[in-house]
């Protein structure tokens, strides 16, 4: 009876070790498992991390460099058409100054040969009146000589004040000229800034959205 016991009680030990190193088997299997898993699990939620903060990076700088470009060729053209428009105002005025001037030199050089003209005119009908009249009557010469003498002073004086009338005219369109060609220009240079300030804001405005 006892050895039948004893055997029984071994058996039962065994069983519960065997039972006891199978759970203990298993926990471990779980536990490596379960480890392997997490393990993974952060690998690949890590590297997700890194390409989406790679991905994130590229496209901020592709974002700034397009941002950049445009603003570089906005300031280019600008600068470009700002350069040529000053240059054609600069022509301009070169222009409207030369034609100025030779127009005044022109009525200058029509005054001036009027001038001889009817000077040369009143010299022969003086000559010839006196040499008509002087086997006459001397005092009828020194009447006609006094009036000749007359008429070319006053033909002089109708002479000088055309002139400078002319000239004073001319001078006064030249400065409303060059006065309307400063302005139009100083107009179209704050018009074309104000576009270029306002054209940056909109961009800037649009990559802030954007972001």
Aim: one cysteine or more; a neutral charge; charged letters at 5%.
């Amino acid at each position: 009876m006892i050895a039948k016991r004893f055997r029984c009680i071994v058996v039962v030990v065994v069983v519960v070790v065997v039972l006891v190193v199978v759970v203990v088997v298993v926990v471990v299997v779980v536990v490596v498992v379960v480890v392997v898993v997490v393990v993974v699990v952060e690998v690949v939620v890590v590297v997700v991390v890194v390409v989406v903060v790679v991905v994130v990076v590229v496209v901020v700088v592709v974002v700034v460099v397009v941002v950049v470009v445009v603003v570089v060729v906005v300031v280019v053209v600008v600068v470009v058409v700002v350069v040529v428009e000053v240059v054609v105002v600069v022509v301009v005025i070169v222009v409207v100054v030369v034609v100025v001037v030779v127009v005044v030199v022109v009525v200058v050089v029509v005054v001036v040969v009027v001038v001889v003209v009817v000077v040369v005119v009143v010299v022969v009908v003086v000559v010839v009146v006196v040499e008509v009249v002087a086997a006459v009557v001397v005092a009828v010469v020194v009447v006609v000589v006094v009036v000749v003498v007359v008429v070319v002073v006053v033909v002089v004086v109708v002479v000088v004040v055309v002139v400078v009338v002319v000239v004073v005219v001319v001078v006064v369109v030249v400065v409303v000229v060059v006065v309307v060609v400063v302005v139009v220009v100083v107009v179209v240079v704050v018009v074309e800034v104000v576009v270029v300030v306002v054209v940056v804001v909109v961009v800037v405005v649009v990559v802030v959205v954007v972001f």
